[in-house]
Every structure is written in C-alpha cells, then in structure tokens.
Nanobody, 117 residues
Framework: QVQLVESGGGLVQPGGSLRLSCAASGTIFRPNTMGWYRQAPGKQREVVAAITRGGTANYTDSVKGRFTISRNNAWNTVYLYLQINSLKPEDTAVYYC?????????WGQGTQVTVSS
C-alpha cells in the first residue's frame, strides 16, 4: 500500500521562498528515484526535480538555480523536500511528489503554490 502526502504550499509574492515536504510511504519508493511534479492550470503535469536514492539531483531548465530537492530515506517512508527560492508567477501550480521518471499509479492531493503580488 502506498501513500503520498504533500504539504508546505501557500501564497507568496514574487521573489519569495517556500519549502515543500512530502511523505511517500510504501516500500516501492525507497529504492527508486523520486521526483517533484507540478501541474499548472490548463497544462500537463511535469516533473521539475528528481533525486536518486543516492542523492544525485536533476532539474528541469526552468527551475535550475532556484529549486533544491532533497530526501531522507526511512525504512518504509521517503521524506522528500523541495526548497523553492526566487519564486516566479509561472511557478504557480499544484505540486506533487511521486516516483520518477515513471510515477506510480497513485497521486496524493498535492500542495498548491501560488505566486502573486
């Protein structure tokens, strides 16, 4: 059984920062690369950052230098984090965590990030 719980979103002004958190429960997650995805209104869900079990991170070009992904591996839960700095209006989206690059067929509720002045 898997569970994905995201938190930490909110309404911030451009240039602000947020730290998103995710608890991914289920043995399927620990050995795998994990990612943060986002879905903006009217757009497809995209992966913006991913991190391997060993800690190697990759980012999509639009967030490089502003987003930092990290993880802690517990026995049955992966704790995933996303530090977001220098937020832009185009970062507005619902953010989700899941396995990457192929997500499991289950999604949490996500956490809404809204960047607006």
């Amino acid at each position: 059984q898997v569970q994905l719980v995201e938190s930490g979103g909110g309404l911030v002004q451009p240039g602000g920062s947020l730290r998103l958190s995710c608890a991914a429960s289920g043995t399927i997650f620990r050995p795998n690369t994990m990612g943060w995805y986002r879905q903006a209104p009217g757009k497809q869900r995209e992966v913006v950052a991913a991190i391997t079990r060993g800690g190697t991170a990759n980012y999509t070009d639009s967030v490089k230098g502003r987003f930092t992904i990290s993880r802690n591996n517990a026995w049955n839960t992966v704790y995933l984090y996303l530090q977001i700095n220098s937020l832009k209006p185009e970062d507005t989206a619902v953010y989700y965590c899941n396995r990457a690059p192929i997500p499991v067929n289950y999604w949490g509720q996500g956490t809404q990030v809204t960047v607006s002045s």
